[in-house]
């Protein structure tokens, strides 16, 4: 196997005194759909915000593309082509759409600008309508578009989504995950996707890893732990499957 | 009515200066969510600075005006800029993350240090300015009152309309300012997107400086004189025109100040002189009980 885009060895990070990861290990090869599924508290979160260094890992190293990221600080990490759309969101309410795009696009080459923002207007037609009302006062499922439309404003090699499906009517989770699956395969964008709507995910993924008390519990290719049954009885009760 | 008009003009006049005083403390609790105790110091450094800038034209033979002007106005904001981010590198990035009073409790600290500074270097008396610009003209008489504009007036308001304008542009309008205002709501989602957090305080805090250098060579040649406490009580004052505006908020910092200006010279022409400060704070603790927000402050209800 080629070196992989980011590879996490025996990562532990702390607030102040509790322990959230005991040494993680995770790979995401280029090109792949990589799903994290676990339980709430599991460290999921935490772990996506390490990769950006926000907080910083204590022990052990973040590679990205062979060099270890680890002690940068979170601009000059998402400047190396990592994107995250939080959890949360975290629209910046009182900007407008246009504006919350527009910083998106801070580290994007300016000619660019114009291409990407007709780009993410064809994925997500609603932004377009809503272009200048307040990122505040979208409803939900408009803030979940606008924070991936913004984080694909930089073009990154690397996307991290943090439960991009969370409280969204299922009508809207299926248009999110078609979406993910089109920027994966049309623009070539690996994707370290966490999530709780573990079928969805699964399904979309090239590979899963299922992480428990912030360690790394199974994982597998996206069909195996589907069949898994561990994973079926933990995440996949409500008879999706 | 002519009496009217001519404290309208003075009124005007002051809250400029106090305005762009109050746009540094507000936007610097806007970012990092604390008052800038050595902000009034800034200033104060600035109005010296102003008059030393004054002096070496002099020296220098440079006998014009505005150019004395322009040129003492970039060398104070200039050096301010510097004092600006050396307050922030000293008294609050060190304590960001350690309890809210930590920084405030420095921030005095450093202004003690500014102020004590001035006084060994520059001396305690008072120092007069020398008279830059003179003359006015009488605008109308009424009620055997004649009602008078100086010249320096129409230069401290057009100079003010004109950086307050430049800085609501830069704010709202480029790039610099939507990350300023991104980190604003939201600093760890800026890093993310990659701003640069801590570069984008720093130049708040220049900013603010900068916009308090102004004030300072204004006030010096409002007034004329200067020493090293002038820093405290205007500093006050527009930190409480901050507070009446919305703490926060651009516009109402910019409206602070003018109120501000407006009550300290009414109350003043109209009942005394003596109590015209006491009559500011009294406003500043009348809008902490019924405003706590202020005229144009951010409601703190956003739905997200
Ligand atoms: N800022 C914080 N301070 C202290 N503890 C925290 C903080 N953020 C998270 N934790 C703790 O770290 C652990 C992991 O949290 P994290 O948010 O990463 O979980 P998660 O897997 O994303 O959960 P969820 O599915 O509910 O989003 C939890 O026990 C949580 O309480
Ligand atoms: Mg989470």
New binding site residues.
Partial sequence: MPDPMLAIAGVETF??A?Q?LHGVDLDVGRGEIVTLI??????????LMTICGNPRARAGSIRLDGEDISGLPTHEIVRRGVAQVP?GRRIFARMSVFENLQMGATLGNPANFQGDLERVFAMFPRLAERRDQRGGTLSGGEQQMLAIGRALMSRPRLLLL??PSLGLAPLIVRQIFEAIGRIAREEGVTIFL?E?NAFHALRLADRGYV?AN?RVRLSGSGSDLLANAEVRAAYLEGGHA | MAYFTQQLINAITLGAIYGLIAIGYTMVYGIIGMINFAHGEVFMIGAFISLIGFMICNLLGIGSAPVAIVLVLLIAMAFSSVYGWAVERTAYRPLRGSFRLAPLISAIGVSIALQNYVQLVQGARPKPGGQVVSGGFTLFSADGFDVRVSWLQIIIVVVTLVLMAGFTWLIARTSLGRQQRACEQDMRMAALLGVDVDRTISLTFVLGAALAAVAGMLFLLYYGVIDFFIGFLAGIKAFTAAVLGGIGSLPGAMLGGLLIGLIEVFWAGYFSSEYKDVAVFAILVLVLIFRPTGLLGKPEIEKV
Wanted: no cysteine.
């Fill in positions: 607030y102040g509790i959230a676990g339980a709430n508290g599991a460290g999921k979160s935490t772990l959890e943090d439960e966490v709780q992480l912030g």
